[in-house]
């Protein structure tokens, strides 16, 4: 089994930053893919980054592009660096990771579009003030 815990979030003003991570731990030897996900109060859950640890594919929701960066420091340790934060960007973020082996797991692009993650992390709340 996998657990994720996120932390790093907290309040922030408009055009401030925040760096996100998420700390793995149990089985995580081979990942296929690990993602970020948001959801505001009254509004459906959103994928904001996913990567495909251990090459440099890496996918975006075009609202926070060229905003956000994913990046996995090692296979324990995921990160969402957000700048230039928006009060739009406010949201409980939410880790989620993948760990799949065959023909019937899907690309790392199509959980990200879909959802289909087999783990999730309890979120963290980012604030995000005008």
């Known amino acids: 089994q996998v657990q994720l815990v996120e932390s790093g979030g907290g309040a922030v003003q408009a055009g401030g930053s925040l760096r996100l991570s998420c700390a793995a731990s149990?089985?995580?030897?081979?990942?296929?893919?690990m993602g970020w996900f948001r959801q505001a109060p009254g509004k459906e859950r959103e994928g904001v980054a996913a990567?495909?640890?251990?090459?440099?594919?890496t996918y975006y929701a075009d609202s926070v592009k060229g905003r956000f960066t994913i990046s996995q420091e090692n296979k324990n340790t995921l990160y969402l660096q957000m700048n230039n934060l928006k009060p739009e960007d406010t949201a409980m973020y939410y880790c989620?990771?993948?760990?799949?082996?065959?023909?019937?797991?899907?690309?790392?692009?199509?959980?990200?579009?879909?959802?289909?993650?087999?783990?999730w992390g309890k979120g963290t709340q980012v604030t995000v003030s005008s």
């Open positions: 149990g089985y995580t030897y081979s990942s296929h893919c």
């Open positions: 989620a990771a993948q760990y799949c082996s065959g023909a019937n797991c899907h690309s790392c692009h199509l959980s990200f579009l879909t959802g289909d993650f087999g783990y």
């Open positions: 990567i495909v640890p251990g090459d440099s594919s």
